[in-house]
């Protein structure tokens, strides 16, 4: 199968939760994203880097995964992938056109087999850089979103069959690891007994700000639910937090960089020295898995029809 497209990088996710209030001005406040716009409950937050924003946060009845988007490089790339999906039967639920949206851009949204809502999108507005000398240990971009999945081999399937992403490593049959730049990974699967959202990780720009991150919550009486350490697939640094909504984020540094032509996937074995290179974290509580485990998402069109 030829891909619809060909991914550049995650731009953003939007989270829906009763609390989102709460969680934007955590991440505001606290956790170092800078607030570009605010609307009837809903925020819109960016990083250090060019997104025009890589974190929206909505109201809802139950904590969800509202949308992820992914840039493509063109308009004409959008309308290709329109056409290519199309013929596949993916349902499309906006065709390719300009995005009535904050930030603007040209995309087309499409609905993946577990009901999330995808976004690829094109030529959205600049933002002024912001800490242009990286003195900030404050988040860079969107790293990368894990997704609790009940169908890990239909997940990649899509991911990589249809929208053109490479599998980077497995952790057992457990997690799966997916690239589609250089980042080892922007998304990743976890087997789970139902569809949610497990967490969402900020890139710091050096291991340094990682730390003054994680002291800076520290400072606000706030201790990582899991953290610090480096995993070992992806060779990432990790701290996990649970936001006010309960849903959970992680400041990440240092992910391990692909070469494509050289790259060869690995399945890693799940034991304590491969989850946690530095042996700092521990293994995972049990407050941080149900915590990652979240609650059942029904899907983006079930949750708009309620
Ligand atoms: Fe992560």
């Given at each position: 199968?030829?891909?619809?497209?060909?991914?550049?990088?995650?731009?953003?996710?939007?989270?829906?939760?009763?609390?989102?209030?709460?969680?934007?001005?955590?991440?505001?406040?606290?956790?170092?994203?800078?607030?570009?716009?605010?609307?009837?409950?809903?925020?819109?937050?960016?990083?250090?880097?060019?997104?025009?924003?890589?974190?929206?946060l909505r109201p809802g009845a139950s904590n969800g995964l509202g949308k992820i988007a992914f840039a493509v490089g063109s308009p004409r790339e959008v309308d290709e992938a329109g056409?290519?999906?199309?013929?596949?039967?993916?349902?499309?639920?906006?065709?390719?056109?300009?995005?009535?949206?904050?930030?603007?851009?040209?995309?087309?949204?499409?609905?993946?087999?577990?009901?999330?809502?995808?976004?690829?999108?094109?030529?959205?507005?600049?933002?002024?850089?912001?800490?242009?000398?990286?003195?900030?240990?404050?988040?860079?971009?969107?790293?990368?979103?894990?997704?609790?999945?009940?169908?890990?081999?239909?997940?990649?399937?899509?991911?990589?069959?249809?929208?053109?992403?490479?599998?980077?490593?497995?952790?057992?049959?457990?997690?799966?690891?997916?690239?589609?730049?250089?980042?080892?990974?922007?998304?990743?699967?976890?087997?789970?007994?139902?569809?949610?959202?497990?967490?969402?990780?900020?890139?710091?720009?050096?291991?340094?700000?990682?730390?003054?991150?994680?002291?800076?919550l520290r400072h606000h009486g706030q201790l990582p639910l899991w953290g610090p350490g480096r995993h070992g697939p992806g060779s990432n640094t990790f701290s996990y937090f649970a936001?006010?909504?309960?849903?959970?984020?992680?400041?990440?540094?240092?992910?391990?960089?692909?070469?494509?032509?050289?790259?060869?996937?690995?399945?890693?074995?799940?034991?304590?020295?491969?989850?946690?290179?530095?042996?700092?974290?521990?293994?995972?509580?049990?407050?941080?898995?149900?915590?990652?485990?979240?609650?059942?998402?029904?899907?983006?069109?079930?949750?708009?029809?309620?």
């Open positions: 199968m030829t891909p619809v497209a060909r991914l550049r990088a995650i731009r953003s996710v939007t989270l829906c939760s009763p609390a989102a209030t709460d969680a934007a001005e955590f991440y505001a406040e606290v956790w170092g994203l800078e607030r570009v716009e605010a609307d009837g409950g809903a925020a819109w937050l960016r990083g250090t880097g060019a997104e025009h924003h890589i974190l929206e056409r290519r999906l199309g013929a596949l039967g993916v349902p499309l639920l906006t065709e390719p056109g300009p995005l009535d949206q904050v930030g603007g851009g040209y995309g087309l949204r499409l609905i993946d087999p577990e009901g999330r809502l995808v976004e690829l999108s094109a030529d959205l507005e600049a933002v002024v850089p912001r800490d242009p000398d990286g003195h900030a240990a404050i988040p860079r971009k969107l790293a990368h979103v894990v997704l609790n999945t009940v169908d890990i081999d239909a997940a990649c399937e899509f991911y990589t069959g249809v929208l053109g992403m490479r599998i980077s490593d497995w952790s057992e049959h457990q997690m799966a690891f997916l690239r589609c730049n250089t980042d080892h990974h922007v998304i990743a699967f976890n087997a789970a007994e139902w569809t949610s959202v497990n967490h969402v990780a900020y890139e710091m720009t050096s291991i340094d700000h990682f730390m003054r991150g994680i002291g800076r936001d006010p909504a309960g849903l959970v984020c992680e400041y990440t540094s240092e992910v391990a960089q692909v070469d494509e032509d050289a790259w060869l996937c690995r399945v890693w074995r799940r034991t304590p020295e491969l989850s946690d290179l530095w042996g700092t974290a521990g293994p995972p509580s049990r407050d941080v898995r149900t915590h990652m485990a979240g609650v059942p998402d029904p899907g983006h069109l079930q949750r708009s029809a309620s």
